[in-house]
């Protein structure tokens, strides 16, 4: 436990605890919605906020949560009105934010590519105090819609035109879900990593469904491998000189085969105890007696 007397870690453990809750209660809702790589496309459009904070000498985590909620608000614009261009608009905001990115950086004053590395995959060491305030306030607000309005994300995830007909504004939710990715998406690239964050929202979710399949027990295991990776990782990271995000990301691939592994078993047996304790459909009181004719042969 030495690692805990360096400041510097202190703020890498917390900063990996809130991004191991709010990763998988965002992701839990992009994995029902069928949007898996949202996150994905989000890091990719959060690293012109990064390379345009650099070049302002401004905060990059601000910087680039500015960006990203643009970004996501832009992308839910073309999945509503972008019909049969949608991908390709998607296509050019994804990898337009990415070239955008790299080229503010460089033209930054103190900017380089080194600088935009430890952004893209995480760094412990560059965690600093004022990433940390951030981090803990964007952290609140994704938990805050989360959980305050779980009920009405979830139906809206589930079935959007049922949702409409109960008459939830289904436009303002699907607009809050995609902020609330790309406020995720900034809480966690000081410790995972923008390339490597969607991960983190999708793959906790996806091991937590081997086990069950109730929206709240999914959600309390999920975020529970979410923080157990985070942590694990962190200190992993500490202690072998590995890169954090991806110490982090393939623990959370472990815990999903670990997981799958363990429910295939598991999910036979329930069904076997299940089959065997539904009655007959045909119970042998009831069926129609047979009768042997003439010929010796037996029909029913």
């Known amino acids: 436990m030495d690692f805990l007397n360096y400041d ?4 890498a453990l917390l900063a990996a605890v809130l991004v191991g809750i709010t990763a998988p209660a965002v992701g839990i809702y992009l994995v029902q919605r069928r949007q898996a790589l949202m996150g994905d496309g989000i890091g990719h459009v959060a690293m012109t906020g990064v390379g345009l904070g650099f070049l302002l000498s401004w905060s990059p985590v601000w910087m680039a949560t500015l960006v990203s909620v643009l970004g996501a608000i832009a992308m839910e614009l073309i999945r509503w009105y972008g019909r049969m261009r949608g991908d390709l608009a998607l296509a050019m905001l994804f990898y337009g934010g990415m070239a955008g990115g790299v080229m503010l950086i460089n033209l930054a004053p103190n900017g380089s590519n080194a600088n935009l590395t430890s952004y893209l995959f995480g760094s412990l060491s560059t965690v600093s105090e004022s990433d940390v305030t951030a981090i803990i306030v964007l952290a609140a607000f994704v938990v805050l819609v989360t959980l305050g309005l779980r009920r009405q994300l979830f139906a809206v995830s589930q079935d959007e035109e049922f949702a409409r007909v109960t008459g939830l504004p289904v436009r303002a939710l699907n607009l809050l879900t995609a902020i609330t990715a790309a406020v995720t998406v900034t809480v966690a690239m000081r410790v995972v990593g923008l390339l490597l964050v969607s991960a983190l929202m999708v793959v906790p979710v996806a091991a937590a469904q081997q086990l069950t399949r109730s929206f709240a027990a ?3 295991i999920a975020v529970a491998i979410g923080v157990t990776v985070t942590i694990g990782g962190t200190v992993t990271s500490y202690y072998q000189d590995v890169p954090p995000g991806a110490t982090i990301v393939l623990l959370t691939i472990g815990a999903f085969i670990a997981l799958t592994a363990l429910a295939t078993p598991l999910a036979r047996r329930r069904a076997r105890a299940l089959a065997a ?12 007696p047979a009768s042997r004719g003439t010929d010796g042969k037996v029909s029913v």
């Open 218 to 220: 999914t959600f309390a």
């Open 8 to 11: 510097f870690m202190q703020r």
């Open 277 to 288: 304790a539904q009655p007959s459909t045909d119970p042998a009181e009831c069926a129609i």
